[in-house]
């Protein structure tokens, strides 16, 4: 029993901390234990980077993509499937969910992948140094058209949504806060584009005008005095809305779901305390981000909250591609592959607007249920795929199988996953329509096809769209 | 079901529509001073009348409008609007100025239409998400976000098995008691999908065209729409979008681009119609959740208040209705335009006139009804 209860926390850490894994890995770390695994998470930079050599040699226009899919999905496809750092990955997916930036706009795969590499390197860090970073990120700043704000002509979008999606929440600041916070940000632009033909794409560089900043005196949130963007950040992060807002959404990502962020402003959270002890950590840490997930990480709340929050797309086929294996070498077809998660509603790169995803209940509708589902079966029904036939020696050791065996081997080795008992019924007689199942006495070909089969009635459950 | 019923299609111009720029008042001289960087030039103006024009990328519009099958609903919107992408769609999809409302109004309207849920296709939206104006407990929506012909479950299980595996996994999305509402949600989609998927995937079968859709996302869309209104099927709700108004830069030729795709997109979709007389009895409604600011910001417009919305169709009673909010600085709110016409007026002329339903309930109030429809 003690086995199956570590076995299955473990799972959860690692569908959540990560995208999920095989029941190797799970024994692996389970063996070292909860906290060591948590620990070796939370330090990316002692597991080996992804080997970029494989994408280039297979892959090469997806190294610099420029504006059209599907390479730029290639890029970070190859990098979801492949890294041995699944938390330093899945945080960069949290800060894309955040920090929402879109090629439909900034029409350059190129810049939004160097984006995602930022949230690699910073996204475990502090808050704070990561506002200064992205302020300073020209795609950000072409996204939300800072290079426009001017001192003579004040945009707003970045100075709104840095308050409004970033750091504060709705109904924490005024019109005049947004206001002066555009002025603030003034001559925070980035170096002239030069024109793509004949030469391409060239990088994006920031740059500060002091010509083009406004100097004058400003009065936001309370404060007055000639602010500049740094001053802005300083202000806002010791605001008690934006520790709140951030730790609600890693609560949203990491614990259980949410309602959406524009009923944040009315109503509660699902677990106060939660987000309190979250809050809490994220200030007597000076807003480290790595200091609140471990908190996070090693809290009951954490532990408790198994399939409480339903599988975003990426989730889904990154987890069913890493659980099958064999997408390990991003081989020609990896372009189809990696437009999958945008088939569920979820375009990586391509948010529908600065507001990002809407998540948890809002993944599923007729379209994208049958995406996903589609996308699963498909998967886990190949009984020549590693993970899969992974599975399938596994059972294959216990001798022949009956069906609750058939059922109840397949359900703990693909999470271990609980469904109620009425699904299990149906599996149950979806088994029994088999019978008895055998390797031996030249039944295994059939067998492996069962097992296959019962794989793909399990991740076409409900109960398999939560994570 | 009766094949003439009236039918709704919506489009959603997401990201904040720049009202001043698509309804221009080009007799105005506050429009000239409050445009140095993005207005219109005169020549690329076409004129409606002696007071509002269109710019040249809209010109598939112009047809319309001499037609008077093109109604213009002016200065559209709600107090104290948020600037908020996020919550002022939110109150437009579900009428609730006030509160996060979970229901939207054509959810609503669905219900009305289809109390027992004898027509799951009813409502089909065209995309990867579900908009919230279409979500109503009990109500089944066909999200299509693909070609149509390749809407449906497990499409790899073939032949005879299909059949039998099909009823298995409706079984296993049978509703279960005290699993929650997400699990039940679950079960619904899944159990009105699974009905739904051999009615539309055979509608393309039954189509074809001499009209020419061009190559955009919002054409595709349509066309789309198009295929299942000629395929009979009894869908009344159509929903689409098409982005990302949110033109704070590079408003010229942003702006262009998104409009030229519109319009030309709904020119085809008409056209394609009328071919097959099925024009009669659809309403076009097409609204985004703000208007942008008065006064350009050096290259592109801010968020707004005021806005427009358009209904097309071949009953509509062309013409404008109500009229631009005041442009002088006394009278912006913030430097926006004061809507003068509640979003929910829109609604319930169509709900009244059209649809034959008591906007009342579903809207959340009583509003004015603008006579854009018979």
């Given amino acids: 029993m003690a086995y199956q209860d570590d076995i299955g926390l473990m799972a959860h850490l690692m569908r959540r901390a990560g ?4 029941r190797d890995e799970l024994e692996a770390r389970a063996a070292k234990g909860y906290e060591a695994t948590v620990e070796e998470l939370l330090h990316p930079e002692t597991q080996p980077p992804v080997d970029a050599y494989t994408l280039l040699r297979y892959q090469p226009a997806s190294l610099l993509p420029g504006g059209q899919p599907p390479m730029g999905n290639v890029n970070w496809l190859y990098y979801l499937v492949n890294t041995q750092r699944p938390l330093e990955e899945k945080m960069a997916l949290f800060w894309h969910h955040v920090f929402a930036t879109g090629n439909s706009k900034v029409d350059n795969y190129d810049q939004l992948l160097e984006q995602i590499e930022l949230f690699r390197e910073h996204g475990m860090g502090n808050y704070r140094e990561l506002l200064s970073i992205v302020a300073r990120n020209p795609t950000m700043i072409f996204w939300l058209d800072n290079q426009q704000n001017h001192g003579t002509a004040v945009n707003e979008n970045w100075g709104r949504e840095l308050l409004e999606l970033f750091s504060l929440g709705a109904s924490n600041y005024t019109e005049k806060d947004v206001r002066e916070c555009s002025r603030a940000f003034t001559g925070w632009t980035f170096e002239t584009k030069i024109p793509r033909a004949p030469y391409g794409r060239f990088p994006w560089k920031f740059e500060y005008r002091p010509e083009d ?54 109503e509660a959270p699902r677990d106060q305390k939660a987000i309190d002890t979250l809050v809490e950590a994220f200030r007597d840490s000076k807003f480290d981000m790595r200091s609140v997930l471990r908190v996070m990480f090693n809290s009951d709340f954490f532990k408790n909250a198994r399939f409480q929050h339903v599988k975003s797309p990426a989730e889904v086929v990154v987890g069913t591609l890493r659980f099958v294996g064999g997408h390990e070498v991003p081989r020609p077809g990896y372009g189809e592959l990696s437009m999958n998660t945008a088939y569920m509603g979820q375009d990586l ?4 607007s600065v507001e990002g995803w809407h998540t948890g209940k809002e993944w599923i509708n007729s379209g994208s249920l049958m995406a996903r589902i589609n996308f699963m079966a498909e998967k886990v029904g190949d009984t020549s ?16 199988l009956s069906p609750a065996q058939l059922v109840d081997g397949c359900l703990d080795l693909l999470g271990p996953v609980e469904v109620n008992p009425d699904t299990k019924q149906q599996l149950l007689s979806q088994a029994n329509e088999w019978g008895q199942i055998s390797w031996s006495n030249g039944g295994s070909h059939a067998a492996d096809q069962h097992v296959g089969q019962m794989l793909q009635l399990i991740v076409a459950t409900r109960e398999y769209q939560f994570a | 079901m009766a094949t003439n019923d009236p039918c709704v299609v919506v489009l959603q111009l997401t990201g904040g529509n720049d009202y001043i720029n698509t309804m221009i008042p080009y007799n105005n001289p506050l429009y000239r001073d409050n445009r140095p960087a993005v207005g219109i030039p005169d020549n690329n103006i076409i004129h409606l009348d002696s007071n509002y024009g269109i710019p040249d990328y809209m010109a598939p519009m112009k047809k319309f409008w001499d037609d008077k099958k093109l109604a213009v609903l002016h200065g559209v919107g709600f107090k104290d609007s948020p600037r908020s992408h996020f919550r002022a769609m939110d109150i437009w999809h579900t009428c609730e100025p006030e509160k996060v409302g979970t229901e939207g109004w054509l959810g609503r309207v669905a219900r009305e239409f289809d109390p027992n849920k004898e027509n799951v296709v009813q409502v089909v939206s065209m995309g990867p998400s579900l908009p919230r104006s279409l979500v109503a407990p009990g109500v089944p929506v066909a999200c299509v976000a693909g070609p149509l012909e390749r809407y449906g479950f497990l499409p790899q299980v073939q032949g005879n098995e299909r059949a039998h595996v099909l009823d298995r996994f409706a079984k296993m999305y049978s509703p279960a008691i005290g699993s929650g509402p ?32 061009p190559n955009s996302p919002i054409a595709r869309k349509l066309k789309g729409i198009a295929q299942v209104h000629i395929g009979e099927i009894g869908t009344r709700i159509f929903y689409c979008d098409h982005s990302t108004f949110d033109t704070h830069a590079g408003q010229n030729p942003g702006h262009g681009n998104l409009w030229k795709a519109v319009s030309e997109g709904v020119e085809a979709f008409f056209a394609d119609l009328r071919e097959h007389n099925k024009a009669d009895n659809i309403v076009m409604l097409m609204f985004s959740e703000f208007g942008r600011r008065v006064h350009d910001n050096g290259s592109g417009t801010d968020h707004g208040a005021g806005g427009v919305a358009f209904v097309l169709g071949e009953k509509v009673k062309g013409g404008h209705y109500g009229e631009m909010p005041s442009m002088k600085a006394e009278h912006l709110v913030q430097g926006d335009l004061d809507p003068n016409m509640d979003f929910r007026s829109v609604y319930s002329t169509i709900l009244d006139k059209w649809l034959d339903l008591n906007p009342v309930p579903i809207v959340n109030g009583t509003f004015e009804k603008p006579a854009f429809l018979n």
């Fill in chain 1, 385 to 400: 795929a590693p993970g899969v036939r992974s599975i399938i020696d596994r059972l294959k050791t216990r001798g022949s």
């Fill in chain 1, 349 to 352: 790169l391509n948010p529908p």
């Fill in chain 2, 182 to 213: 997400v699990m039940d949600y679950l079960s619904e989609t899944a159990i009105d999908s699974l009905k739904g998927e051999d009615i539309i995937k055979v509608v393309p079968q039954k189509y074809s065209s001499t009209v020419q859709y």
């Fill in chain 1, 213 to 266: 900043h406004d100097d004058g005196e400003k009065e936001f949130l309370g404060y007055k005095g000639h602010f500049n963007g740094e001053d802005i950040l300083d202000i806002i992060v010791q605001q008690p809305a934006c520790g709140k807002f951030i730790c609600r959404h890693l609560y949203n990502f990491f614990v259980a779901d949410e309602p959406q962020v524009p009923a944040w402003p009315i």
């Fill in chain 1, 19 to 22: 995208f999920g894994a095989g």
